[in-house]
Nanobody, 130 residues
Framework: QLVESGGDSVQAGGSLRLSCAAS????????MTWFRQAPGKERVGVAV????????YYADSVKERFTLSRGAVKNSVNLVMLDLKPEDTAMYYCAAARTCVKKVVNGRAIPRLEPQLFPYWGQGTQVTVS
């Protein structure tokens, strides 16, 4: 349903571009999200795009370093990661949902990033920064 690509090993300060393509039922999912999971840690959402509206949201840990953009085919997204740090090392997963569920924090509506809200998942792609 979701296929990721682009993971690699890079040195600190380097960059990578991850891609996620939806197929089958997942192609009608408009909330495309990247999660990452480091060894021994919880899976956390880091970047979200509503592909219908083009709105994006980034976790503070990646803001101004990671950028999501639409891919060439429907409901595919690319994640460009700049100035990578060792703490970015993780398995990166693309996840999708029909819509982005939001919550209000300090008067601002932001996407909820609980993994259970996303029915479609890719197999993951490893990013290692040394």
């Amino acid at each position: 349903q979701l296929v990721e690509s682009g993971g690699d090993s890079v040195q600190a300060g380097g960059s990578l571009r991850l891609s996620c393509a939806a197929s089958g039922d997942a192609v009608n999912s408009y909330c495309m999200t990247w999660f990452r999971q480091a060894p021994g840690k919880e899976r956390v959402g880091v970047a979200v795009m509503n592909t219908g509206q083009g709105n994006t949201y980034y976790a503070d840990s990646v803001k101004e370093r990671f950028t999501l953009s639409r891919g060439a085919v429907k409901n595919s997204v690319n994640l460009v990661m700049l100035d990578l740090k060792p703490e970015d090392t993780a398995m990166y997963y693309c996840a999708a949902a029909r819509t982005c569920v939001k919550k209000v924090v300090n008067g601002r509506a932001i996407p909820r990033l609980e993994p259970q809200l996303f029915p479609y998942w890719g197999q993951g792609t490893q990013v290692t920064v040394s």
